[in-house]
């Protein structure tokens, strides 16, 4: 049974940070594409960032400079570091994983605001 669990969400101020991790168990990790999607609300959901099994990494233009994706195969997890948050950055995160089909964690919420 695959699970992508998502933590690290929460409510931070502009300028602000979190890390996101997403802890995977039931596929082979190592051998994954990882990455992190968000939804605002009535928006569709989009591509934030993404990491390869062999660790290049892909970034929206609206993320470049701000967040940074890295992976950890020992202990199964991806994270996304999140800097100079702004309140467009409000969503919902959802880790996803790919090597012959997806899947998809449950989503944690992420909410910029003063």
């Known amino acids: 049974q695959v699970q992508l669990v998502e933590s690290g969400g929460g409510l931070v101020q502009p300028g602000g940070s979190l890390r996101l991790s997403c802890a995977a168990s039931?596929?082979?990790?190592?051998?994954?594409?990882m990455g992190w999607y968000r939804q605002a609300p009535g928006k569709q959901r989009e591509l934030v960032a993404t990491i390869t099994s062999g660790g290049s990494k892909t970034y929206a233009d609206s993320v470049k400079g701000r967040f940074t994706i890295s992976r950890d195969n020992a202990k199964n997890t991806v994270y996304l570091q999140m800097d100079s948050l702004k309140s467009e950055d409000t969503a919902v995160y959802y880790c996803h994983a790919r090597r012959v089909i997806s899947h998809w964690g449950q989503g944690t919420q992420v909410t910029v605001s003063s």
């Open positions: 039931g596929i082979i990790f190592s051998a994954s594409a």
